[in-house]
């Protein structure tokens, strides 16, 4: 049984306050819309610190690299999944060994991972993704069996 858009935005509002009890939308004013909306996806959610290193380092692609903004988005344009995967592993290991902002365009590491993200996710939707990622394997099973289970 698959749970439908509704169902897993009731259990989250249900389980996302930490163990206090059932979090319910509250609303200050009886407008119907407020009820409606409610029930919509809540893009506000996205915490702003996040969306604005993104944004910086989208802008750093799109115009300081020349890229242009979705560039991806072209006609005959498609990119390839695993140049971004290794674009964020980039990121990511310079942001782990202490690094914050990347060095070519002064932009925090999660930015461009976050950017790397978006891309990838928009593509795909687009249709201009190339799935390039290697044959399953089992990456998932091998770090369930080093999890420790005390």
């Not at 950017?115 to 928009?122: G, T």
Request: with cysteine.
């Amino acid at each position: 049984m698959t749970a439908n858009h509704d169902d897993m935005y009731d259990h989250h509002l249900n389980h996302v306050n930490c163990g206090h009890g059932p979090l319910e939308p509250k609303y200050p004013d009886n407008n119907p819309k407020s009820a409606a909306g409610h029930k919509k996806l809540q893009i506000g959610l996205i915490p702003s610190a996040g969306i604005i290193e993104q944004a910086k380092a989208m802008s750093f692609g799109a115009y300081d690299h020349g890229y242009g903004p979705y560039n991806w988005r072209g006609k005959n344009v498609t990119i390839s999944t695993m140049v971004y995967i290794h674009a964020m592993l980039r990121h990511i290991y310079d942001y782990i060994d202490g690094e914050d902002l990347a060095p070519d365009s002064a932009v925090n590491h999660l930015g461009h991972i976050a950017a790397c993200c978006d891309i990838i996710l928009d593509a795909k939707v687009c249709g201009n993704l190339i799935d390039d990622r290697p044959p399953h394997g089992k990456a998932s099973e091998l770090l369930e069996s080093y999890t420790r289970k005390d």
